[in-house]
């Protein structure tokens, strides 16, 4: 399982992949044609696209600062059937602190997105970057622990040749041992609410200094 926790920039697995080479001129020139890569980090900007590190292997270059729809894992793409970067990830970063895991019980296995078009793409699921506040003593500005705003960013492999960072609610995944071949739709809601185990004024533990202590209920005053 891979996992790093970091603030702005985190460590990603070396995914080999093609830089669509007209990012690496600014949109210039290189319309067509591709620069193979692999990725080196993640870069989390508050109220912007997840940013992309990767190596050129062909130079030896190091390029920073491209979207996932600068991204492609094959060459042989149909343009018609590419997504623009407002598909591919559907959310701009939440904090600068990120977390990049990989779902040990998801890894390598079939997904299919929901995208804004309202039609599903077939994928494969790679890793996961994960957002919060890490530090107490500054001001938390963002939403990244707010429960019905906080977003997950699942990096999936699309079938089409692209990669797409979509949070859960827009992604169906598929086990061969553990899903049915008929799948129910989800039809959930938002969680809205944050769980507590100590938020009653019930019990108290702490005017004991037994190993195995004896808890009191605490009289309502």
């Known amino acids: 399982m891979y996992y790093c926790m970091s603030y ?10 093609y830089i669509k080479k007209e990012y690496l001129y600014d949109f210039g020139k290189g319309h067509g044609e591709f620069e193979p890569c692999y990725w080196i980090s993640v870069k989390s900007i508050k109220g912007k696209a ?4 990767s190596l ?21 793409i149909d343009k018609e059937d590419q997504l623009p970067l407002d598909f591919l990830e559907i959310w701009d970063a939440f904090s600068y602190n990120i977390t990049v895991l990989t779902k ?8 299919k997105v929901f995208m804004k078009n309202k039609q599903y793409y077939e994928g494969t699921y790679l890793f996961t970057i994960d957002s919060c506040h890490s530090d107490p003593n500054e ?10 705003e906080h977003k997950s960013f699942n990096i999936i492999k699309l079938d089409n040749g692209q990669f797409a960072a979509q ?15 008929g799948m129910k739709t989800p039809d959930f809601k938002v969680s809205t609410k944050e769980f507590y185990c100590e938020d009653s004024n ?11 202590y004896d808890i009191k209920e605490v009289e309502k005053v």
């Open 8 to 17: 702005l920039v985190a460590n990603l697995p070396p995914i080999q992949c």
């Open 50 to 53: 997840l940013y992309i590190e």
């Open 56 to 76: 050129l292997t062909n130079y030896g270059a190091v390029y920073d600062k491209l979207p996932l729809s600068a991204y492609t894992w094959r060459t042989d």
């Open 104 to 111: 040990a019980t998801l890894s390598g296995i079939n997904c």
């Open 139 to 148: 001001l938390n500005v963002s939403l990244s622990e707010t429960p019905n």
């Open 167 to 181: 949070p859960n609610n827009r992604v169906l995944f598929y086990d061969q041992s553990l899903t049915p071949t």
């Open 202 to 212: 019930k019990w108290s533990a702490g005017d004991s200094d037994l190993f195995f």
